[in-house]
T-cell receptor
Framework: GAGVSQTPSNKVTEKGKYVELRCDPISGHTALYWYRQSLGQGPEFLIYFQGTGAADDSGLPNDRFFAVRPEGSVSTLKIQRTERGDSAVYLC???????????FGQGTRLTVV | AQSVAQPEDQVNVAEGNPLTVKCTYSVSGNPYLFWYVQYPNRGLQFLLKYITGDNLVKGSYGFEAEFNKSQTSFHLKKPSALVSDSALYFCAVRAPDAGKSTFGDGTTLTVKP
């Protein structure tokens, strides 16, 4: 079956612009996670959804970052007024329940110039 | 707060020799522990997990890990390394009542023929 799909795979944007990153989780997975990975570091937690609601958004760095999952499936991570420091690989993962292993997509590489 | 330490940035072993990739953690309560592997240009892949039960956990591709509560460690092991095991390995920890996982910064494993 299909895995976690993230689009686009690469995104280059100018400083100050708005971007949206999309994640299609594995069908039937109720939990969805967003992480951010910078070069030479491990994934850094951003937000966790259980169904449609954000169960934990403690990792969002500031109010420029926002994520939604309106129908409990596809999720969109939205970044306003992008900064060069936002450049990273944004990873999405999903799991059947909140407490089992996660299945990761290949990520979206965001570059802010 | 929860944290993971992977004290070795790089581990080099010869093919056929045993390998160990180290991980120590800090978390409130009983930990959920995970190992993931990342191959070049591919997403993170789940290897194995410890939730409860036997301290020795077996996973994919012949890997295993030993949970040691007193040393707060969860080292990844394999009796006989393959060149194809060369990749970036991440250890992660999660508190039992949370969805957020905290990852280490990764260890690059190189297996030489």
């Amino acid at each position: 079956g299909a895995g976690v799909s993230q689009t686009p795979s690469n995104k280059v944007t100018e400083k100050g612009k708005y971007v949206e990153l999309r994640c299609d989780p594995i069908s039937g997975h109720t939990a969805l996670y967003w992480y951010r990975q910078s070069l030479g570091q491990g994934p850094e937690f951003l937000i966790y959804f259980q169904g449609t609601g954000a169960a934990d958004d403690s990792g969002l760095p500031n109010d420029r970052f926002f994520a939604v999952r309106p129908e409990g499936s596809v999720s969109t991570l939205k970044i306003q007024r992008t900064e060069r420091g936002d450049s990273a690989v944004y990873l999405c993962a999903s799991s059947l329940q909140g407490y089992t292993e996660a299945f990761f997509g290949q990520g979206t590489r965001l570059t802010v110039v | 707060a929860q944290s993971v330490a992977q004290p070795e940035d790089q581990v080099n072993v010869a093919e056929g020799n045993p390998l160990t990739v180290k991980c120590t953690y800090s978390v409130s309560g009983n930990p959920y522990l995970f190992w993931y592997v990342q191959y070049p240009n591919r997403g993170l892949q789940f290897l194995l997990k410890y939730i409860t039960g036997d301290n020795l956990v077996k996973g994919s591709y012949g890997f295993e890990a030993e949970f040691n509560k007193s040393q707060t460690s969860f080292h990844l092991k394999k009796p006989s390394a393959l060149v194809s095991d060369s990749a970036l390995y991440f250890c992660a920890v999660r508190a039992p009542d949370a969805g957020k996982s905290t990852f280490g910064d990764g260890t690059t494993l190189t297996v030489k023929p």
